[in-house]
T-cell receptor, first 116, second 115 residues
Framework: EAGVAQSPRYKIIEKRQSVAFWCNPI?????LYWYQQILGQGPKLLIQ????????DSQLPKDRFSAERLKGVDSTLKIQPAKLEDSAVYLC??????????????FGPGTRLTVT | GNSVTQMEGPVTLSEEAFLTINCTYT??????LFWYVQYPGEGLQLLLK?????DKGSNKGFEATYRKETTSFHLEKGSVQVSDSAVYFC??????????????FGRGTQLTVWP
């Protein structure tokens, strides 16, 4: 079974530029999560989708971050404009349903963003 | 609110040594508790979990017991191997309302095992 795919794996941009990350969850998984992991810290949830609807985006900085989940499958996370403090690893995870621990979250390898 | 505190690393051990990584939590209600592991260059993987007080999660020789009275979920392994070198994250999941299914992670503990 293929795992969660993310691209690109690495990205370097200058502040005030825009960037987009892509996630392809495990086939059939209804729930998709985006996490931000700053160096030296644990992952922090940014947004959670159930199919193509947003369940929780309370931690998403909506003035610069946006996310969508097209047709309830792939998802894109965008930052515009980027700030230095956005340098982090962005993790995508998916699960069959909503509600841990009943549904295990499977994580992708992440995209490491460096903002200079 | 929900939060997790785990011991800071890095932790360096010789092969076959005993491992303990401490984890304590603060939560509303009765959360589920997890340990995730991140091997170099790979994504986070679930190592073990416990869903209620006194439950013991175990996998690959690792164990952790859900202690409600001390709000702890310490990770232990009796004899570590070089292949256990990774970053370990303690986490809890909310169990009500908007926090249902949401994972709250600790900072992570880097473990290095020398042969």
């Amino acid at each position: 079974e293929a795992g969660v795919a993310q691209s690109p794996r690495y990205k370097i941009i200058e502040k005030r530029q825009s960037v987009a990350f892509w996630c392809n969850p495990i086939s059939g998984h209804a729930t998709l999560y985006w996490y931000q992991q700053i160096l030296g810290q644990g992952p922090k949830l940014l947004i959670q989708f159930q199919n193509n609807g947003v369940v929780d985006d309370s931690q998403l900085p909506k003035d610069r971050f946006s996310a969508e989940r097209l047709k309830g499958v792939d998802s894109t996370l965008k930052i515009q404009p980027a700030k230095l403090e956005d340098s982090a690893v962005y993790l995508c995870a998916s699960s069959e349903g909503q509600g841990t621990p009943s549904y295990e979250q499977y994580f992708g390898p992440g995209t490491r963003l460096t903002v200079t | 609110g929900n939060s997790v505190t785990q011991m800071e690393g890095p932790v360096t051990l010789s092969e076959e040594a005993f491992l303990t990584i401490n984890c304590t939590y603060t939560a509303t209600g009765y959360p589920s508790l997890f340990w995730y592991v991140q091997y170099p260059g790979e994504g986070l993987q679930l190592l073990l979990k416990a869903t209620k007080a006194d439950d013991k999660g175990s996998n690959k020789g690792f164990e952790a017991t859900y202690r409600k009275e001390t709000t702890s979920f310490h990770l232990e392994k009796g004899s570590v191997q070089v292949s256990d070198s990774a970053v370990y994250f303690c986490a809890l999941s909310g169990n009500r309302g908007s926090t249902l299914g949401r994972l709250y992670f600790g900072r992570g503990t880097q473990l290095t095992v020398w042969p």
